[in-house]
């Protein structure tokens, strides 16, 4: 079946430093990707989406491009802040609104 | 707009007893998803209703139901509680008219705690 794998967390850095998560994804076809992101106390938002090979996804600093070729779809940010400290989610979806998950990464930023 | 509510937000309960999670919807979202989190199996889907049809279904047993109203709002109950429910619920909706354009939109979730 569908599944989605993220690199093992935690991620501590420093504030401004570069982010790179990573995802890789087992699919039959080509489903839509996406990022989550879950603070602490809440539920998840979305980050950011790519519906289609190519397309590259962003919002608030972070970018991710949908790598068929791969399976992959990365998440990056050029100059992380301490407001970006929390759980980064990979997903795919699977029919009816059905999300496939990753196992979640934290992140922390250290001022 | 107001967002997606789940309520309560926290549940303490006893195992074998029974409970209702309920899940407003974004008004005007007619697609209501619950998803099941803990830290060792991670986020994982329980089933998605549409029109107060169920549309789709994970792998959980019979124990864990749902229905929808014609409100779109929805519940989830789970019978005869074991240890291993306890977790973090999830409800999402969304419009459901196209399932890879049309974004989810979580609630804080209800912190169910089994004893």
């Known amino acids: 079946g569908n599944s989605v794998t993220q690199m093992e967390g935690p991620v501590t850095l420093s504030e401004e430093a570069f982010l790179t998560i990573n995802c890789t994804y087992t699919a039959t076809g080509y489903p839509s990707l996406f990022w989550y992101v879950q603070y602490p106390g809440e539920g998840l938002q979305l980050l950011l989406k790519?519906?289609?090979?190519?397309d590259k996804g962003s919002n608030k600093g972070f970018e991710a491009t949908y790598r068929k070729e791969t399976t992959s779809f990365h998440l990056e940010k050029g100059s992380v802040q301490v407001s970006d400290s929390a759980v980064y989610f990979c997903a795919l979806i699977q029919g009816a609104q059905k999300l496939v998950f990753g196992q979640g990464t934290r992140l922390t930023i250290n001022p | 707009k107001a967002g997606v509510t789940q309520t309560p937000r926290y549940l303490i309960k006893t195992r074998g007893q029974q409970v209702t999670l309920s899940c407003s919807p974004i008004?005007?979202?007619?697609?209501v998803s619950w998803y099941q989190q803990t830290p060792g199996q991670g986020l994982q889907f329980l089933f998605e209703y549409f029109s107060e049809t169920q549309r789709n279904k994970g792998n959980f047993p019979g124990r864990f139901s749902g229905r929808q109203f014609s409100n779109s709002r929805s519940e989830m109950n789970v019978s005869t509680l074991e240890l291993g429910d306890s977790a973090l619920y999830l409800c999402?909706?969304?419009?459901?008219?196209?399932?890879?354009?049309?974004?989810?939109?979580f609630g804080n979730g209800t912190r169910l705690t089994v004893t």
């Open positions: 008004s005007g979202h007619r697609s």
């Open positions: 790519a519906t289609k090979a190519d």
């Open positions: 999402a909706s969304s419009s459901g008219q196209a399932e890879s354009t049309s974004p989810l939109h």
